[in-house]
C-alpha cells in the first residue's frame, strides 16, 4: 500500500519543526552551559543586561566565558576582540563543510543559517548530511533558532539563580557539552562505510596526537583548528 | 540593569569576529564551485573537529612544557562512560542524559 502523504515532499513547516525536534536532545548541553554562563556572568559582576547582549549578539558559547574572564582581569578591549576572532575561528571550518549543501538557496537564505552556525548545530547538521547527503533551509533554521532562543533563555535563568548556585560545575551539566559531541561522533563513525571505517578511526587518532602536542605550546582554541586541518590533509593524502 | 560605552564597544567588537567566520563559507560556496580533494578533505572536518573538542577538556595545561600538562581524570572516566553509552545507545539524549548523571556522580565521590 502507498502512503500518498509520505511521499508528498515535505512542506517548509514541517521541514522547520522537524529541525525543531531535531534540535531537542541537543537542548540539554545548551541548557547546561547556557545557564552555566548566566551564573559564571553574574557571579563576576556584570548585569543581566550584559549577560543578555553577549548571548543575543555574540552566541558563542565558550568565547563568552572567556569574554567575561578577560574583562574581570580588565583586558584591553582589542585584545579580547582578538581572543574571540580566534576562538570562534573554528566557524569558519564548520560552515565551509555544510554550506555546499545550502548552494540551490539565496544568498540571504545562507547569510541566515551561517550568522546562527555552533558547534551543536553543526554537529547535528553534518551527522544529517552524512546520512542523507542534502539538507533543506527550513529545516536548519529550526534547527538553528531553537537552539538560539533556548541559549539566550538558558543564559537569562542562570543569572537570575546565580545568587543561589555557587559552583554550577557540581551538577555536571557543562559535560553536556563534551557528551553531545562524543554521541555525535560515534553516530557519525557508524554511518560510514565500512571499507571506510578503519581509515576514519585512524584519523581520528591523529586528530588526539596532534591534539596533545599542539596543546604543549599553544592555546586550546588555536589547537583545535590546526588539529583537524592537520588530520583531515592525513585523510585526504591516505586515501586510496 | 545597566552597562557602560566600553562594554556596548566589547559587544560591537566581539559580535564581528565572530559573525564573519560564520558567515563567509556560506557566501564563497555560492560565489565558487569548490574541488572535488577540497570537499573530500571537507569531508574529513566533522569527525576532526568533533574529536578535536572532545580532547580538548582531556588535558589540564598549566604553564608550558611537557611537564605542565595533566590529565583531568574525572573528565577521562566521564568520557570513557560516555562513549560506551554512545556506542550502546546509538542515541544523542540517552547518552547526554548519562553523561551529565555520570560526571555528576564522579565529581561527588572525587
Known sequence: MINETALAPASEKQLFWQGVKDCVPTLLGYIGIGGAF??????????????????????????????????????????????????????????????????????????????????????????????????????????????????IASSIVGACLGQWISNPEMLGLDFALTAMFVALLILQLQQVASAKLKPMLFVVGYTIIFMFVLMLFLPSHLAVIIATILAATIGVLTER | MSTTASFIWIIIGCA???????????????????????????????????????????????????????????????????????????????????GVIAMAIIRYFT
Open chain 1, 38 to 151: 548566566g551564573i559564571v556572568g553574574s557571579a563576576s559582576n556584570f548585569s543581566m543586561l550584559e549577560i543578555v547582549l553577549l548571548s543575543v549578539f555574540v552566541y558563542a558559547g565558550s568565547a563568552q566565558f572567556i569574554i567575561c574572564a578577560l574583562l574581570v582581569a580588565h583586558t584591553p578591549l582589542s585584545v579580547v576582540v582578538f581572543t574571540t576572532f580566534i576562538v570562534n575561528l573554528r566557524h569558519f571550518l564548520m560552515g565551509l563543510t555544510v554550506a555546499p549543501a545550502f548552494r540551490s538557496y539565496s544568498i540571504w537564505r545562507n547569510i541566515g543559517i551561517g550568522t546562527l552556525l555552533t558547534d551543536e548545530t553543526f554537529g547535528v547538521a553534518s551527522t544529517k548530511l552524512m546520512g542523507q547527503h542534502r539538507l533543506q533551509a527550513s529545516w536548519m533554521n529550526g534547527l538553528n533558532i531553537t537552539a538560539y532562543l533556548c541559549w
Open chain 2, 16 to 98: 564581528i569576529v565572530t559573525w564573519i567566520p560564520r558567515v563567509l563559507p556560506f557566501i564563497l560556496v555560492k560565489k565558487v564551485i569548490l574541488p572535488e580533494v577540497i570537499m573530500r578533505w571537507l569531508s574529513y572536518i566533522p569527525i576532526c573537529i568533533l574529536t578535536a573538542l572532545i580532547v580538548e577538556h582531556v588535558w589540564k595545561v598549566d604553564g608550558a612544557g611537557i611537564s605542565a600538562i595533566s590529565v583531568d581524570l574525572p573528565f577521562l572516566y566521564a568520557l570513557i562512560t560516555t562513549v560506551v553509552v554512545a556506542i550502546w545507545s546509538r542515541s544523542l539524549s540517552i547518552t547526554v542524559l548519562v
